[in-house]
């Protein structure tokens, strides 16, 4: 399930660190043969923006400066051009029905690519246009997170494995499964690709891995526990980590979750 309760969310943000593992399948418990364990990456916090509370973000991207977000959560999901410094929506195109739950967007090649959860449907637009889709494509498997390296798209899809798919035809060309040292880690949603790795957020933790996108192996891990404090969540709209974007500018990544009310600027160290 996409949605999570109040209850969940906030034992997520503010307790989730800990030492435990992401996310795996309860049933695997030998570890991975001559897999490293994942580095702790560690990071600091640049600056703190708002986010729009409204937003039960999926998808988060940077491109030529503006910042483009998906949402879901069925009749309000839609597809947004924000300012990221004060979080002021520009341009906002509904998309969501009883139906159609918004999913992981990605830009490439001028055009804006947006998954739904279980509809199989996948919405593409003009960079100029976001009010009109310019054509859609079937997706078989469930839409999780969505990014692209500089030929494919590359999609979640709530299991272990991440697909990479021909932007013109929507065909498979190959498949990845993530693992550590200590399995499968399951549930990869919000997706974003930065020089050979995929950064993930690993759906209701607190965890962002970073995945070697030829091997599917864990290289590291964030513990982002400490971003949202407890006096930022609002009762009954506040849910869990989800959204990373990339800043070429300044090599710095953009961190937030479903209807929170901050937005991070976080520098990895």
């Known amino acids: 399930m996409k949605y999570t309760s109040l209850l969940a969310s906030i ?3 503010s307790a989730c660190g800990g030492n435990n593992h992401p996310d795996h399948d309860p049933d695997i418990v030998t ?30 991207e940077i491109h ?9 959560d069925y009749e309000n999901s839609s597809l947004r051009i924000t300012e990221a410094q004060s979080g002021k929506v520009n341009a906002k195109h509904v998309m969501g029905t009883d139906k159609i739950f918004g999913e992981g967007i ?8 947006q998954l739904t959860w ?27 997170g969505l990014t692209h390296d500089s030929t494919h798209l590359i999609i979640s899809d709530g299991s272990a494995n991440i697909y990479f798919v ?11 499964a993530v693992k550590d040292d200590q399995g499968p880690i399951l549930y990869l949603n919000e997706l974003e690709y930065v020089n050979g790795m ?10 962002i891995v970073k995945i070697d996108a ?3 192996i864990v290289k590291g891990r964030m513990n982002c526990s400490g971003l949202l404090q407890q006096s930022d969540i609002v009762e009954d709209r506040t849910d869990v980590l989800n959204g990373i974007a990339f800043d070429p500018q300044t090599g710095h990544l953009l961190i937030t979750g479903k209807r929170w009310p901050k937005m991070f600027e976080v520098k990895v160290d």
């Open 11 to 13: 034992f997520l943000i």
């Open 64 to 72: 030529d400066g503006k910042l483009y977000e998906g949402t879901g």
């Open 166 to 176: 021909d932007p013109e035809t929507f065909k498979v060309n190959n498949t990845i």
């Open 31 to 60: 570890p991975h043969v001559g897999i490293e364990a994942p580095q702790n990456i560690s990071y600091s916090v640049i600056s703190q923006f708002p986010h729009d509370t409204s937003a039960y973000t999926q998808g988060l």
């Open 198 to 207: 995929i950064y993930a957020n690993v759906y209701e933790t607190n965890f």
């Open 118 to 144: 279980q509809s199989h449907v996948v919405y593409v637009y003009d960079i100029n246009d976001i009010n009109t889709p310019i054509k859609t494509f079937n997706w078989p498997y469930e839409g999780w």
């Open 106 to 113: 990605t830009i490439f090649n001028n055009k804006i690519y």
């Open 214 to 216: 030829e091997s599917g």
